[in-house]
C-alpha cells in the first residue's frame, strides 16, 4: 500500500520569504501522480500543483514549484516570496494510476505567514 | 467555477442516531467522494463512488454508508453515531481524464457526537 509521509505538522515564516514544506511518499508502483492541495483557515481545499512521475521536469505554478526526485522519493513543495493568503494547511497527496485511483493524503503541515 | 456543497457546516447529534450527510455537486462529475479529517491524521477516505449507483469502500468504511441515486448528490450516512465518528468530513468530485486530475472539495461538515 501506499503510504505517505509530513514530517512538520507546523511551520511559519515571515511574509516574502521562501519556504520549503517537505514530504516523502512510498510506492512500488512505477507511474503514479502527486499533488499538493492547500486548505485555507474555513475555506474550501483547492489543488495548488501536480507532478507525473514520468516526467523529468519539476512542476511550477507561478510562485509554487516542487522538488521531484523519483528514484529517492522525496517531493517537497517551495512556496516563493510567500505571502500572507499562503497561511493554511497544505497536504501533500498521492494517486497511482492502476486500481482505485485514490488519493492517499499525508497528515498535513499548518504554515503561518507572519506580517 | 465547480462548485461542492455540502449541507451543513456544523452538526451535532446524540450516541446512536442516524446522520445523514449530503453533497451536492454541479459540474456534472461522475466520480465523487467522501473523506473524514482528523488532525495528525490528514485525509482518509471513507467512500467512493464512480459513477451514479456504484459505490465503493475506501479505507475506514466501517460505521458509514453512502447513496448515489442521481450523478450530483453523494450522501453519507452514519447508521448509528458513535463519538469516535465525532470529525469534519469533506465531500469532493471529480472529472476523470480533467487536465489537471483536480478533486474539488465541499467546505466540510464538522460533526460532533455526544
Known amino acids: 500500500a501506499q503510504t505517505v509521509t509530513q514530517s512538520q505538522p507546523e511551520m511559519s515564516v515571515q511574509e516574502a520569504e521562501t519556504v520549503t514544506l517537505s514530504c516523502t511518499y512510498d510506492?512500488?508502483?512505477?507511474?503514479?501522480?502527486l499533488f499538493w492541495y492547500k486548505q485555507p483557515p474555513s475555506r474550501q481545499m483547492i489543488l495548488v500543483i501536480r507532478?507525473?512521475?514520468?516526467?523529468?521536469q519539476n512542476a511550477t505554478e507561478n510562485r509554487f514549484s516542487v522538488n521531484f526526485q523519483k528514484a529517492a522519493k522525496p517531493f517537497s513543495l517551495k512556496i516563493s516570496d510567500s505571502q500572507l493568503g499562503d497561511t493554511a494547511m497544505y497536504f501533500c497527496?498521492?494517486?497511482?494510476?492502476?486500481?482505485?485511483?485514490?488519493?492517499?493524503f499525508g497528515q498535513g503541515t499548518r504554515l503561518t505567514i507572519n506580517p | 467555477d465547480v462548485k461542492v456543497t455540502q449541507s451543513s457546516r456544523y452538526l451535532v447529534k446524540r450516541t446512536g442516531e442516524k446522520v445523514f450527510l449530503e453533497c451536492v455537486q454541479d459540474m456534472d462529475h461522475e466520480n465523487m467522494f467522501w473523506y473524514r479529517q482528523d488532525p495528525g491524521l490528514g485525509l482518509r477516505l471513507i467512500y467512493f463512488s464512480y459513477d451514479v449507483k456504484m459505490k465503493e469502500k475506501g479505507d475506514i468504511p466501517e460505521g458509514y454508508s453512502v447513496s448515489r441515486e442521481k450523478k450530483e448528490r453523494f450522501s453519507l450516512i452514519l447508521e448509528s453515531a458513535s463519538t469516535n465518528q465525532t470529525s469534519m468530513y469533506l465531500c469532493a468530485s471529480r472529472a476523470p481524464g480533467g487536465a489537471r486530475d483536480e478533486q474539488f472539495f465541499g467546505p466540510g461538515t464538522r460533526l460532533t457526537v455526544l
Open positions: 507532478q507525473e512521475a514520468y516526467k523529468q
Open positions: 497527496a498521492f494517486k497511482g494510476i492502476q486500481g482505485a485511483q485514490k488519493l492517499v
Open positions: 510506492t512500488s508502483e512505477s507511474n503514479y501522480y
